[in-house]
């Protein structure tokens, strides 16, 4: 256990509904971190947050796409009009900010979209 | 743009070494970490090189090389419970780490 919790766990949706995932990160962090992983790849960078401001948002993001935190402390992470192309893991970290390389993941959250 | 270069697969025998090699190109770069992945677990930070040379960790050892884009992570004495993904992550900058696809590695008895 890392300190980073992700809740959902697991989540099924049909395509076309919305879904909202929840990230609390370790407290301490200032830096939240979303990302998305299927099967035999890396981890996709999606957006992060330094405290409650979105800094960076990956260009590869679908506007269906979007997340919040709302008082820097946890995040959520809603999808809109899901897509079976949206099925995949979505991980949460953290880091303090001037240790950006050393980030601490969540268990994660997997979509699965029929 | 950005790229990224592992072995897809590495297969090493317990108690034996591996060196897993990572080559990178990105537009920055800050340094780069390397994070350990079982199945169905989430990703761990393992070692970070931020300047040129060797860093070490118990049995893991990570190097970089900036002239050359180039680092590694050596794994020693491996162990049944090193079998995992291996990911290098370059960090481009103020700006989050870059995963490739990363290195599956099987220690075998």
């Known amino acids: 256990d890392t300190g980073v919790s992700q809740d959902p766990r697991h989540k099924i949706t049909k395509r076309g509904q919305n879904v909202t995932f929840r990230c609390d990160p370790i407290?301490?962090?200032?830096?939240l971190y979303w990302y998305r992983q299927t099967l035999g790849q890396g981890p996709e960078f999606l957006t992060y947050?330094?405290?409650?401001?979105?800094?960076?948002k990956s260009r590869l993001l679908s506007d269906r796409f979007s997340a919040e935190r709302p008082k820097g402390s946890f995040s959520t992470l809603e999808i809109q009009r899901t897509e079976q192309g949206d099925s995949a893991m979505y991980l949460c970290?953290?880091?303090?900010?001037?240790?950006?390389?050393?980030?601490?993941f969540g268990p994660g959250t997997r979509l699965t979209v029929t | 743009g950005q790229s990224l270069e592992q072995p897809s697969e590495v297969t090493a025998v317990e108690g034996a070494i591996v060196q897993i090699n990572c080559t990178y190109q990105?537009?920055?770069?800050?340094?780069l970490s390397w994070y350990q992945q079982h199945d169905g677990g989430a990703p761990t930070f393992l070692s970070y090189?931020?300047?040129?040379g060797l860093e070490e960790t118990g049995r893991f050892s990570s190097f970089l090389s900036r002239s050359d884009s180039y680092g590694y992570l050596l794994l020693q004495e491996l162990q049944m419970k090193d079998s995992a993904s291996y990911f290098c992550?370059?960090?481009?900058?103020?700006?989050?780490?870059?995963f490739g696809k990363g290195t599956r590695l099987s220690v075998i008895a």
């Open positions: 970290a953290s880091s303090l900010g001037h240790r950006l390389w050393e980030q601490y």
């Open positions: 407290s301490e962090h200032n830096r």
């Open positions: 947050f330094q405290n409650e401001a979105q800094l960076e």
């Open positions: 990105t537009s920055g770069f800050y340094g």
């Open positions: 090189n931020g300047l040129d």
């Open positions: 992550a370059p960090i481009p900058g103020n700006t989050p780490l870059v």
